[in-house]
């Protein structure tokens, strides 16, 4: 009945991140994602798994933001490196404004050290 959660701890244990509030979650087998209350806001986390000595030799910039408009509004995509863990976090927004607030809740992502 739980199982979700325990899912849930395992894949962000390694991480602490901002506060959500007013977001629904959606658990995935391998991914979360959260969506604003009024649909404008979405984040999308998900982790791998990499051996050591394989992390990031696909040429991924890690702690950087990319940020595409779209036919929606605006997607920002970025990595979090820790361990042998990468952190996939996008962030999908109906307005522009809500860059800032993409990327404030991005930096606030850190190590669960």
Do not use: H
């Not at 979090?80 to 990327?103: H, P, R, T």
């Amino acid at each position: 009945m739980f199982n979700w959660l325990k899912r849930k701890k395992t894949f962000l244990e390694k991480w602490t991140f901002g506060n959500i509030v007013d977001f629904d979650m959606i658990q995935n087998q391998d991914s979360v994602q959260y969506v604003s209350k009024d649909g404008t806001r979405v984040i999308y986390l998900s982790a791998l798994n990499v051996s050591p000595g394989n992390m990031l030799s696909m040429g991924t910039k890690v702690n950087e933001l990319t940020i595409k408009e779209n036919e929606s509004g605006w997607q920002l995509n970025g990595t979090k490196q820790y361990a042998n863990q990468i952190l996939i976090c996008v962030f999908s927004v109906g307005e522009k404004d809500d860059i800032v607030w993409a990327n404030e809740f991005y930096n606030s992502i850190k190590p669960n050290i």
